[in-house]
């Protein structure tokens, strides 16, 4: 059974930068492809970053070069580093575990002067 746990989120000013953490149980098979998503009000969930188990990673055009996601396969745990943040990033964030298709229960971001 795959359980997803975030951490991070918060109120930041625009420019600046938060962390989030998504801490895994599961197998190694089963969390091997991470992502982040999010979802702004009023509008459809959207994929955010890609992480597989060797590292390799893929963005969304909104965030290349501000957005960095990472993983520590020895903590099981998912990183996903925003910096230049800007008001349009705010939303509820998730990690969700793709071969297991198990969402976390989501925190929330809030980009605001």
């Known amino acids: 059974q795959v359980q997803l746990v975030e951490s991070g989120g918060g109120l930041v000013q625009p420019g600046g930068s938060l962390r989030l953490s998504c801490a895994a149980s599961?197998?190694?098979?089963?969390?091997?492809?991470m992502d982040w998503y999010r979802q702004a009000p009023g509008k459809q969930r959207e994929l955010v970053a890609t992480?597989?188990?060797?590292?390799?990673?893929n963005y969304a055009d909104s965030v290349k070069g501000r957005f960095s996601i990472s993983r520590d396969n020895a903590k099981n745990t998912v990183y996903l580093q925003m910096s230049s943040l800007k008001p349009e990033d705010t939303a509820v964030y998730y990690c969700?575990?793709?071969?297991?298709?198990?969402w976390g229960q989501g925190t929330q971001v809030t980009v605001s002067s």
């Open positions: 969700h575990a793709g071969p297991a298709n198990v």
């Open positions: 599961g197998s190694p098979l089963s969390i091997s492809l």
């Open positions: 992480i597989t188990y060797g590292g390799t990673t």
